[in-house]
């Protein structure tokens, strides 16, 4: 039905930068919101960044200042830019989505990515 295919991550020093993309195809009518997740071995999922289609976004306060989810992006598409990268950043990245399908109205759904890993080393 929906796919959400994540690009980017890798490893990086302390300090540095990366970008992640993640784009949604298949029976995608419109997106309500995009976003990111992150786990890290032995903690919980835990929100990062997260945009609605009216472009509001909202960042978990340990982000706050150095990731962004840039407002001009393409349809069905969603980057986290991370700068200052931290050791502690280190974690499985997901994309997720919150949105309508299409021939199903006024219902919406969330889809996750497989994920990407993102180390940072000290």
């Known amino acids: 039905q929906v796919q959400l295919v994540e690009s980017g991550g890798g490893l990086v020093q302390a300090g540095g930068s990366l970008r992640l993309s993640c784009a949604a195809s298949g029976s995608v009518f419109s997106v309500d919101a995009m976003g990111w997740y992150r786990q890290a071995p032995g903690k919980q999922r835990e929100l990062v960044a997260t945009?609605?289609?009216?472009?509001?976004?909202n960042y978990a306060d340990s982000v706050k200042g150095r990731f962004t989810i840039p407002e001009d992006r393409a349809t069905n598409v969603v980057v986290l830019q991370m700068d200052s990268l931290k050791p502690e950043d280190t974690a499985i990245y997901y994309c997720?989505?919150?949105?309508?399908?299409?021939?199903?109205?006024?219902?919406?759904?969330?889809?996750w990515g497989q994920g990407t890993q993102v180390t940072v080393s000290s």
């Open positions: 945009i609605t289609s009216g472009g509001t976004t």
């Open positions: 997720y989505a919150h949105l309508e399908l299409v021939g199903i109205k006024n219902k919406l759904y969330d889809y």
